[in-house]
């Protein structure tokens, strides 16, 4: 293969660890016991977008092949609560991966591969050595045509075995059968709730008493139509329009923003057909324009609402945190965003900071957080000092922000003009991704626990909302 990255001399592949934690399986696999198939593993952590962005690919590349190839996840964590064996299976449910999955404890298989970035795949043939080590995203055109060759070759040297490997997945373990799975957002507004209800793949609105009023969307797709027909794919946040009663959605993995329109109940697709959007992971609405947290390309982008033209509006794509104007400035992996009408406020979550952004002197600023990413924490304290850990969730009320510092487990209330943040709430959350402030009331998305917690923002009660009459989808579980 001209240019390809696949190897000319032979290596072995180190064997797999078999006392390291496995998931989606029985059992441990070992490279000696897959001989005869070809083996991709496929280094991650579940915080990385780009990750992410390849499973699709695996998945694909999985079905196609599923009588010669094993995908196996080695997921050598970023953050420490990623580490957790148990967060890791969280991740696996939300993303419904269906491959074998290896707890890469202390980069151990990390080193042994001389890994240096995610994603990365290392390509192993039937009889047990590295052929190809790819890195990033876009790789399933080349991996496909290294697949066939590879049967090919193999199949005229009589050394690959045809045959299906049974797993028994964590889905199957233990199935997930609740009213919300993994909700990733809430929005609170005009007198009700609407929640990103996003393992479920639709928009659940009641009122602040729980009342289901609608139910959004059938099943993972991209589809337009009545709210019976319409279909999104993991959507996260949202925006409301009092006044045209429209919702937008940012429907992160069809890489969209669809509009939610409660006169007519339509939904309708209104960026990401012809643009590039990269996985839109939050919205907040600003007169007549939608500015996204553009989680996949670590950009902030603007929407115009009167004629759907959507472009960059911060952000020059580079992974990092730097301070600057506009064009100039950089985030990475932005997942949360919130205004109080000057400035745009964004949880900045690879790297652990709150960022702001003065729409009128259009600069960039770092308000708490390390802007690094690889320094995080869990210490309270001011600008610099303060370290918080992969943040998804913010929302700007009473001259303060709401922070959800998502793998601490915990809320923090930030002063964006000091820089000040200290701990709210924490102890009994996991993972919460979005929150919500209308009335007294901080509504949080509490994502791994499936629910939705209301908060008394007097007396700090915490509740979590009961939704009547809302089920899993397709089944009613009483």
């Keep these: 293969m001209p240019n390809s990255p696949f190897a000319t001399r032979r290596i072995r592949a180190p064997e797999l660890p078999q006392n390291y934690p496995w998931l989606n399986t029985h059992k441990p696999f070992s490279l000696k016991q897959l001989r005869g198939r070809i083996v991709i593993l496929d280094f991650w952590t579940y915080c990385c977008i780009n990750c992410l962005h390849v499973l699709p690919d695996l998945k694909y590349l999985e079905q196609k092949y599923k009588d010669s190839v094993t ?109 919300l799975a993994f909700p990733g957002k809430v929005l609170a507004a005009d007198s009700k709730l609407f929640i990103a209800d996003s393992g479920h793949h639709r928009i659940v609105v009641s009122d602040l008493n729980g009342k289901v009023l609608y139910v959004i969307g059938r099943g993972n797709g991209l589809k337009d139509g009545s709210f019976d027909e319409a279909q999104f794919f993991s959507p996260q946040g949202m925006a409301f329009d009092k006044v045209d009663n429209i919702l937008y959605v940012a429907d992160t993995e069809n890489h969209a923003i669809r509009k939610v329109d409660f006169q007519n109940q339509k939904v309708k697709t209104i960026a990401g057909i012809n643009e590039n959007l990269n996985s839109p992971w939050d919205l907040v609405k600003l007169g007549n324009q939608l500015f996204i947290a553009m989680a996949g390309c670590h950009q902030i982008w603007e929407l115009d609402l009167a004629t759907y033209f959507v472009k960059v509006f911060a952000g020059r794509g580079a992974e990092s945190c730097f301070d600057a104007l506009l064009s100039e400035s950089a985030f990475a992996q932005p997942s949360g965003i919130t205004t109080n009408g000057k400035e745009l406020y964004i949880a900045d979550s690879e790297v652990s900071s709150i960022r702001g952004i003065n729409l009128e002197k259009q600069q960039v600023r770092t308000i708490c957080g390390s802007g690094d990413l690889n320094a995080f924490g869990d210490v309270d304290g001011q600008g610099f000092d303060v370290r918080l850990q992969h943040c998804l969730g913010i929302e700007y009320a009473d001259s303060f922000l709401w922070v959800a510092d998502t793998y601490n487990h915990k809320i923090k209330l930030v002063n964006p003009v000091t820089g000040d943040c200290k701990s ?55």
Excluded at 111 to 122: D, G, H, K, L, N
Excluded at 427 to 443: A, K, Q, R, T, V
Aim: glycine share 6%; with cysteine; aromatic share 8%.
């Design 71 to 179: 995908v196996i996840g080695v997921h050598s964590a970023k953050f420490d609560n990623e580490k957790e064996t148990e967060n890791i299976r969280q991740a696996i449910l939300r993303y419904d991966i269906e491959h074998p999955v290896l707890v890469d404890r202390d980069f151990r298989i990390w080193q042994e591969y001389a890994v240096r970035a995610y994603p990365t795949f290392v390509v192993i043939n039937p009889q047990g050595y590295i052929v190809a080590t790819l890195t990033g995203e876009g790789k399933r055109e080349i991996l496909d045509e290294a697949i066939a060759k590879l049967i090919q070759l193999h199949q005229d040297k009589g050394t690959i075995d045809f045959q299906e490997i049974d797993l028994i997945l964590e889905k199957h373990k233990t199935p997930l059968i609740t009213p």
């Design 424 to 478: 709210i709430l924490g102890n009994s959350l996991n993972e919460p991704s979005g929150i919500s402030i209308l009335d007294g009331y901080l509504y949080i998305a509490d994502t791994n626990n499936h629910a939705i917690r209301k908060v008394n923002l007097d007396t700090l009660a915490v509740g979590t909302m009961q939704f009547q009459g809302l089920c899993f989808p397709d089944a009613c579980i009483l």
